[in-house]
């Protein structure tokens, strides 16, 4: 599931690349990205089987989107908030581990409590990220946003 959201942005983090026809910077990301999954691939299916190949590949997933955004930024900056997105995935991530293995030995009902406390505190995080998003007046967004100029009854 976390290797598919990284998936999703790769897309979004190349919008720059691809607004300056710098498209080779993809081919660097999934080149970048090839050589982690086959690395972690071959370290880690062995002992880990399936779960090898699922951490690989979400690994390898999220090298390729930070490596596009790296890029892309360079080529055509777009005023993302690549930090915090990424400060977001890696909570969601980190929360669904501690949930896991919190929740491991329990049963039932405690379980399920574990999992829906571990939801909220990532609503939480998700929340406070949220308001500090810059708004659209504010920050360097708003020199990217045309504003309208004042009227004459609003320059008195």
Do not use: C, K
């Amino acid at each position: 599931m976390f290797g598919v959201v990284a998936f999703g942005g790769y897309t979004v983090a190349g919008l720059g690349s691809n607004l300056a026809r710098r498209t080779r910077n993809q081919s660097y990301a999934a080149l970048g990205a090839s050589v982690v999954t086959v690395g972690l691939a071959w370290l880690l299916v062995g002992p880990l089987r399936l779960v090898g190949v699922a951490l690989a590949t979400l690994a390898g997933f999220s090298v390729s989107t930070i490596l596009l955004y790296a890029l892309s930024q360079r080529a055509y900056p777009i005023p993302y908030r690549g930090l915090r997105s990424l400060a977001l995935f890696a909570l969601a991530l980190l929360l669904w581990v501690a949930g896991t293995w919190a929740a491991r030995d329990l049963a039932g009902a405690n379980a399920i409590l574990v999992r829906v406390g571990v939801f909220a505190a990532y609503a939480l995080g998700a929340l406070y990220l949220a308001r500090r998003i810059v708004t659209v007046h504010d920050g360097p967004v708003a020199s990217v946003v045309p504003q309208p100029s004042p009227t004459p009854s609003e320059t008195i």
